[in-house]
């Protein structure tokens, strides 16, 4: 069996990770779990704090191969039945036990402070105090540095150990002890403000109910979600979150879905509509019944998906990865010239200046620098999510922001999508309005087209029943129509110019070109039906623009976006209506699929960068085609969660402004961040002219500029819609 075969076959299980500090560790610990011996493949994920590993391997040995960063590690099906206050008390509890040995520093540190001020720096007393600082507060730091430095592997941890020893060697204790204690409190803070970045996604685990009330064989239960099967009716009371997907079965209500969509008024639920794990009932009493188990949830889902989406680096962070494979070498070789150039050329003063070397080794720790994209992005990213808008990657992050021009599919998009049929004109005399309406429904039923749902609409409307009509020889002719066999005669349903060659229309009926054109010129889509050659009817269809269109594409236009388009199969009379509703003057219509993927190649031609918003079911290539395709999608929508790069979950275009607006933010705060960063390392490197640089100055300069990253990164969190 090949090593690709044997991954293929074992198990893969996913866990949780607390106590990452760095990157560079979790790319450590994802090496030390690949060498266990039951183990095919791991993959951490830094962002998310989750470790997969495929084979066989014991928490124990997971934690040992983490032993260096005391790593705790537990099953991600734990997440389950851990409540917002099961957490809180776990992590209360390991902070004593995890910051135990830095407590203890800072107060021996302190203790040989004052052995110091009584007796000295050379005091036997005061370097024991010292040495026992730096023992108790770095053991770790110093073990992984040395096991790191024999293998010459040059990491912040190497350096930090090697101007800990250097200052041991030459006599500045206080120097080596302060070094680690900062060291330690900024790995804290760096572990502390991941995890608040963190908390913004892991929070919305803790918005499902644990337990849920079920109604079985005519009983009441409280049960764990976990024992709730599909299929179960759920009660769920006024004031009540509902605790799985489902479809209410009676009851009515309005749910609050803010937590998940975004949206900010409570949503009508009545017998038939869809509900979702997580979301607030208000008044009413509703009976639901479970369609997903709780891992499959919409917001299960939404919370893979976003931390999937932590990982994937935006561009920026691959510029600071290449740049950390140089930078780290580079400080080690300026170190070693600082230490020995300068004393050689004047003939002394090596201790200084062996001093001023381990102290450029000490600023030269790229904390703040490694820490500068993935804090930012993992913000951002969290923070889009608990306001409705699911970005699935820093990469397409990243490249919203330099979006200039934005197309739009009309159905569904610019309009809700949901139309309604307004006329229904008859053709020849055996023609009937209800059997018109009876064979279009039966034929639509099979469609998927969006039009599709308003016949249908139209016919039970009107007490017309097609459920039993056979179809045979059905067909859909993309971007024309269907067509099929009903009752021994052949029917097309389509555009009016399709319909037109497939039937006499034109020849026989003059008024039919007549009626379209009025209806198109009223804003209508209209559809034509042909029987066995002949066109008998024509149905005008209106979907009108969602009444925020007009403020979005003025939201967008003052953002700097240059070109807003509409690209639909619809005819131009029709699109031309939607669009001045919403305000867009670019209207490109009657547009097959393959002419919508030109579209979008020619705008991209023209702005560099365009996005596509649509469903995320039809209009796929466009989608994929454009530098970011952005679908509309409500909660439970599987189309918008997996097939595009952005989804709007609130079914709200009003979100795309705060999207792009974020975005910006995001890579002005990135740049902001990677520039303090270094500059912090340059101002504090030229101290070394004058030889002003201590051991204590570089580390607080580290420090500083690491927890200033942290904290402009979490200014993201409050941007707002």
Not at 350 to 358: D, I
Not at 469 to 494: C, H, K, N
Request: glycine share 10%; charged share 20%; with cysteine.
């Amino acid at each position: 069996m090949t090593q690709q075969d044997a991954t293929a076959s074992g198990a893969t299980r996913v866990y949780r990770v607390e106590g990452f500090t760095c990157a560079n560790c979790a790319g450590k610990f994802e090496e030390n779990v690949k060498r266990l011996p039951g183990v095919l493949d791991a993959k951490v994920n830094f962002a998310a704090a989750k470790l997969t590993v495929t084979g066989e391997a014991t928490i124990a040995e997971l934690e040992e191969a983490g032993a260096f960063e005391r790593l705790k590690v537990r099953p991600e099906a734990e997440d389950a039945g851990v409540g917002a206050d099961g957490g809180k008390a776990r992590g209360a509890g390991a902070f004593l036990e995890r910051h135990a040995a830095l407590l203890a520093g800072a107060a021996l540190l302190a203790a040989g402070c004052a052995a110091w001020l009584a007796h000295g720096g050379h005091h036997p007393l005061t370097v024991a105090a010292f040495a026992a600082s730096i023992l108790t507060a770095g053991h770790r730091l110093l073990k992984t540095g040395l096991k790191n430095l024999l293998r010459l592997d040059f990491d912040m941890r190497t350096l930090m150990t090697v101007a800990i020893i250097g200052a041991a060697i030459i006599g500045e204790w206080m120097e080596g002890a302060v070094v680690v204690i900062l060291f330690a409190l900024s790995e804290a803070l760096e572990r502390y403000t991941m995890e608040r970045a963190r908390r913004s996604i892991r929070g919305l685990m803790e918005l499902a109910p644990r337990e849920a009330a079920v109604l079985r064989d005519g009983r009441e239960l409280t049960l764990r979600t976990d024992e709730i099967a599909v299929g179960d009716t759920l009660i769920v009371r006024p004031g009540a979150k509902i605790a799985m997907d489902g479809v209410v079965t009676s009851g009515y209500s309005a749910v609050s879905q803010a937590a998940i969509t975004g949206e900010s008024v409570p949503v009508p639920k009545s017998p038939g509509d869809e509900v979702f794990a997580g979301t607030l009932n208000g008044e009413g009493l509703l009976h639901v019944r479970v369609t997903r188990l709780a891992r499959d949830s919409a917001i299960a889902r939404i919370i893979r998906l976003v931390e999937e989406a932590q990982e994937r680096r935006a561009p920026a962070q691959a510029f600071v990865d290449r740049f950390a494979r140089y930078y780290t070498p580079g400080i080690i070789a300026a170190a070693a010239l600082v230490a020995a150039v300068p004393p050689a050329v004047s003939g002394g003063g090596w201790l200084a200046w062996f001093y001023q070397g381990l102290s450029v080794l000490v600023v030269g720790c790229p904390c703040a620098l490694v820490i500068s994209t993935p804090i930012a992005v993992v913000s951002a990213i969290g923070s889009a999510a608990g306001r409705g808008v699911l970005i699935k990657g820093g990469i397409h992050l990243e490249r919203l922001g330099a979006v200039k021009a934005i197309a739009f599919d009309k159905t569904g998009t610019i309009t809700r999508g949901e139309p309604k049929v307004t006329d229904v004109l008859l053709y020849g005399e055996s023609s009937d309005r209800r059997d018109v309406l009876r064979i279009a429904a039966a034929l639509e039923h099979r469609s998927g087209h969006p039009l599709a749902s308003a016949v249908m609409r139209a016919a039970r409307d009107e007490g017309v029943d097609f459920s039993g009509i056979l179809v045979d020889s059905f067909t859909s002719v993309t971007g024309r129509g269907i067509q099929g066999e009903a009752e021994g005669a052949r029917f097309v349903v389509g555009s009016p110019e399709w319909v037109r060659t497939e039937t006499n229309a034109h020849d026989a009926n003059h008024i039919f070109d007549a009626d379209v054109n009025r209806l198109r010129g009223e804003g209508k889509t209209v559809l034509a039906v042909g029987r066995d050659g002949e066109a008998v009817a024509v149905f005008g269809v209106i979907d009108e623009a969602r009444p925020e269109c007009r403020g979005v594409v003025g939201r967008l236009h003052a953002l700097g976006i240059r070109k807003t388009v509409m690209l639909t199969g619809d005819n131009r009379d029709t699109a031309a209506a939607v669009a001045k509703q919403a305000g867009i003057r670019d209207v490109r219509a009657g547009l097959l699929p393959e002419d919508k993927l030109e579209a979008i190649r020619n705008l991209a031609s023209e702005c560099c960068a365009v996005a596509m918003v649509g469903d995320g079911v039809n209009d796929a290539p466009a989608l994929a085609a454009a530098t970011v395709g952005v679908a509309m999608g409500d909660a439970g929508a599987d189309a918008a969660l997996e097939t595009a790069d952005i989804a709007l979950m609130g079914d709200d275009l009003g979100k795309l402004p705060y999207a792009i607006r974020l975005s910006r933010k995001t890579l002005a705060v990135i740049r902001q961040n990677i520039a303090f960063a270094l500059l912090v390392k340059l101002a504090a490197l030229t101290l070394v002219v004058p030889g002003w640089l201590t051991l204590w100055i570089a580390i607080l300069s580290d420090m500083g500029a690491t927890l200033i990253v942290a904290m402009n990164a979490m200014r993201l969190m409050r941007v707002r819609e």
